[in-house]
């Protein structure tokens, strides 16, 4: 198992950035693929961006390309992800997740392990 606890969120101005974290603890991460998720009210949870179990591809969702980036660090056993020129449209909770298939990571059933969730909102 994994436990995952992610930070970062907060309150940030249109065209703004801001870096979430996701902490793993219990079994390493790299023994997942990870993946970012948020959720805005009203509406079903969506994905953001994943990163391979070796950390070579990196996948994100069409709306963030360009302007988000997905990393992982093995030796601290954390992922990011770099959240650049924020729109309003992003407003979210963010959570992290762990993926143990390696495989259809846009699809939040093929992962088994979550975290808390930060909330991320961007003000016009």
């Known amino acids: 198992q994994v436990q995952l606890v992610e930070s970062g969120g907060g309150l940030v101005q249109a065209g703004g950035s801001l870096r979430l974290s996701c902490a793993a603890s219990?079994?390493?991460?790299?023994?997942?693929?990870m993946g970012w998720f948020r959720q805005a009210p009203g509406k079903e949870r969506e994905f953001v961006a994943a990163?391979?179990?070796?950390?070579?591809?990196?996948y994100y969702t069409d709306s963030v390309k360009g302007r988000f980036a997905i990393s992982g660090d093995n030796a601290k056993n954390t992922v990011y992800l770099q959240m650049n020129n924020l729109k309003p449209e992003d407003t979210a909770v963010y959570s992290c997740?762990?993926?143990?298939?390696?495989?259809?990571?846009?699809?939040?059933?093929?992962?088994?392990?979550w975290g808390q969730g930060t909330q991320v909102t961007v003000s016009s």
């Open positions: 990163i391979s179990r070796n950390g070579a591809t990196a």
């Open positions: 997740a762990a993926n143990p298939y390696n495989r259809n990571y846009a699809y939040d059933s093929y992962y088994d392990y």
């Open positions: 219990g079994r390493t991460f790299s023994s997942y693929m």
